[in-house]
């Protein structure tokens, strides 16, 4: 009987515990994304709202100049994106499987976790000194006799807020795929390449597979805090490139809080949309490989 009603009292805990963080999430994360919603639909009039409803907040945005933005914002986020995938998985593959514990793989490890707690503009602005007109690329361009001029386009434009992106955001998609990769067996590498596959197959066929999760999550944690960045577009693009996260405050600034509401909404839209896009490719892939390992039990 003991036995049963510590049973019981232990599942009373956890149901408690699951309940409280029920509400939380649910205070925390879907509430304001709900109020978002309904703001996006109402008017607006100095600091407070006429409850009536309206869609002209998508109207301005969807007619007005912000479409250029959004539409912008998601080519750099995903070209940015995609890059850092390119250059983060061998990295993180060399650093999980390649590299042997030592001091070389702990100060890497260490030198990918400094970034997170330095600040964004001192990680951006560092590169005006580099792309500037008297920056040191030019400088090395006038000193060689390759460009005599100094290269306006390396600064104050989209090459410009593309490199910016790229460095703050690379130990976000090296963790996940570092962590998938340190999941993976060794010995099923060995019997991939005891069965006669070259490194090219092991990495198509067992690797990538079963790091599917990863590169989800890596895409996941590099393009969504990306879609919020407003630093690297503020030093770097001068003015001349601009992004949600700067629409947003210039919404807010201007007390057009439906605008800035429907601006935030349609981000949301993009993400859930991102979201359901990558699990609809990861459920295709993990029956396809279920189908493969119930032919082979049969």
């Known amino acids: 009987m003991s036995a049963i009603r510590k049973g019981q009292a232990g599942t009373g805990v956890e149901q408690a515990a699951i309940g409280t963080i029920t509400v939380l999430w649910v205070l925390g994360v879907l509430l304001p994304i709900l109020s978002l919603l309904v703001i996006s639909f109402i ?5 407070g709202f006429v409850w009536a409803f309206s869609t002209k907040a998508y109207a301005d945005i969807l007619v007005d100049f912000r479409i250029e933005i959004v539409l912008r914002t998601l080519r750099i986020v995903a070209a940015v994106t995609f890059i850092e995938l390119l250059l983060a998985f061998p990295f993180a593959l060399w650093l999980a499987k390649g590299l042997k514990p030592g001091w070389l793989k702990s100060t ?18 560092v590169w005006r000194s580099i792309l500037g007109s008297e920056g040191l690329v030019n400088i090395f361009l006038a000193q060689t006799g390759i460009s005599p001029e100094p290269v306006s386009w390396l600064l104050f434009s989209e090459f410009s807020v593309h490199l910016g992106l790229i460095g703050p955001y690379f130990p976000s998609m090296v963790w996940p795929l570092f962590i998938s990769f340190s999941l ?13 596959a070259d490194a090219f197959t092991t990495l198509r066929h067992v690797v990538v597979p079963l790091a599917l999760p990863g590169i989800a999550a890596g895409l996941v944690f590099t393009a969504i805090p990306m879609l919020g960045d407003n630093v690297a577009s503020t030093l770097l693009g001068g003015g001349n490139v601009a992004l949600i996260a700067e629409s947003f405050d210039d ?35 993990q029956a396809g490989e279920g189908g493969i390992f119930a032919e082979m039990q049969a």
Do not use: C, H, W
């Open 43 to 47: 008017q607006g009039k100095g600091l």
């Open 108 to 125: 890497l490890l260490i030198l990918l976790v400094v970034p997170f707690f330095l600040s964004p503009a001192a990680r951006t602005i």
């Open 184 to 196: 993976i067996d060794d010995e099923l590498i060995k019997a991939s390449r005891d069965l006669g």
């Open 251 to 285: 919404l807010i600034r201007a007390m057009n809080y439906p605008g800035a509401a429907a601006l935030a909404s349609l981000l949301v839209l993009a993400m859930l949309l991102a979201f359901l896009v990558a699990r609809l490719v990861l459920a295709r892939r």
